[in-house]
């Protein structure tokens, strides 16, 4: 039942709606999913089982109940502990688009962060704004967040090359996408506009493109230096397990 109301839910609700609810929700049912086989790294808390997410195909132990954090989300956490410690230590001005709320309140108590949130529609970000000509000033920021956007945008090169002017020099970001790893090139129609049709072609009915191996090469048009971590190699596998990250899932450390 869980399974089949996350499923719709997540397929029919947009987004923005979702996050004023959702939360509350997931508060509520999360100690019926206390236990010690699973464990959140954002949050430290532990799990007997996490709970089905995805809108055609629920992925089985996918969303951490108590932080709302997905496996990319999880992932995104292990990185910055393990390549970007500094992270958590020196002083950054930060801009997160499109806001996790597993990340919102770990990163506004970070003292050391000068945290600015942006989306066009959430209710949990700061600035409102369109990624394709965003309000602040070239070269502003030391870190960009910018997840699972990408494939949502009108103009994803424009968004790319919006990154990459709001950066700082020497700055750094994460733009994670759902990339199929067995797609060799990106595909996306702006024809297509039929909810079901995008739902076929690209996962999800706001999606407009599907990415493929060639990404990377997108955010190098757009200027910026990218190195593929092997992040797998950092972790070992009963850590992987039980943190329940996206095993073969590429990460895209973009540099200026």
Excluded at 72 to 88: D, G, T, V
Excluded at 165 to 180: A, C, E, H, L, Y
Excluded at 191 to 200: A, G, I, K, L, N
Aim: aromatic fraction near 14%.
């Amino acid at each position: 039942m869980i399974k089949f109301l996350i499923s719709v839910a997540t397929r029919f609700v947009p987004r923005h709606y979702l996050h004023h609810v959702s939360h509350f929700f997931l508060l509520v049912i999360s100690p019926f999913y206390w236990g010690n086989t699973f464990e959140d790294p954002i949050t430290g808390k532990t799990y007997r089982k996490l709970l089905p997410y995805g809108r055609l195909n629920p992925r089985e132990n996918a969303l951490s109940p108590g932080s709302m954090a997905l496996e990319r989300h999880r992932l995104l956490w292990i990185f910055l502990q393990k390549f970007k410690p500094e992270f958590f230590q020196n002083s950054i001005s930060l801009l997160h688009i499109a806001p996790e709320y597993c990340f919102l309140s770990r990163f506004k108590k970070m003292e050391n962060l000068d945290y600015t949130t942006a989306d066009l529609n959430s209710p949990w970000a700061d600035i409102h704004m369109d990624a394709h000509e965003m309000p602040f000033a070239d070269n502003k920021f030391d870190v960009v967040f910018c997840n699972h956007v990408l494939e949502h945008v009108a103009d994803d090169k424009q968004v790319m090359h919006e990154l990459y002017r709001v950066m700082k020099t020497g700055g750094w970001g994460i733009f994670q996408i759902p990339q199929d790893i067995t797609l060799a090139k990106t595909h996306g129609d702006s024809s297509v506009t039929d909810p079901r049709e995008r739902e076929r072609l690209y996962g999800q009915s706001d999606h407009v493109r599907q990415y493929g191996l060639d990404y990377p090469e997108f955010l190098r048009e757009a200027g910026f230096k990218v190195e593929k971590l092997d992040w797998e190699k950092e972790i070992s596998q009963e850590l992987v397990e039980r943190y329940a990250l996206p095993k073969g899932e590429h990460l895209y450390l973009c540099s200026k």
